[in-house]
């Protein structure tokens, strides 16, 4: 289990305080699903989901860029 988990309501992350996905999250995941970038995309796309819930004054776009923008399109 890593520590850079998402901190509901704000999405912030708990081990480094960046906002959720943080670089080091990034990361991991990326090596996590190098095999199944779709099901990545997936997953993001579920937390932006429910990010949106939480962070309703968040732009859309900018909770796009945030959690499933960095992704490669190949994704």
């Keep these: 289990m890593t520590a850079h ?3 509901r309501p704000n999405w912030s992350c708990v081990g480094c ?4 996905p943080c ?3 990034r990361r991991q995941l990326l090596g996590q699903y190098a095999d199944a970038p779709a099901s ?15 962070l309703r004054e968040a732009p859309a776009g ?13 994704a």
């Design 5 to 7: 988990q998402p901190l």
């Design 17 to 20: 305080g960046y906002p959720w």
């Design 23 to 25: 670089p080091s999250r």
């Design 40 to 54: 990545l995309a997936l997953m993001l796309g579920s937390a932006m989901i429910e990010a949106a819930a939480d």
């Design 62 to 74: 900018d909770l796009h860029e945030r959690f499933v923008g960095w992704l490669s399109p190949a």
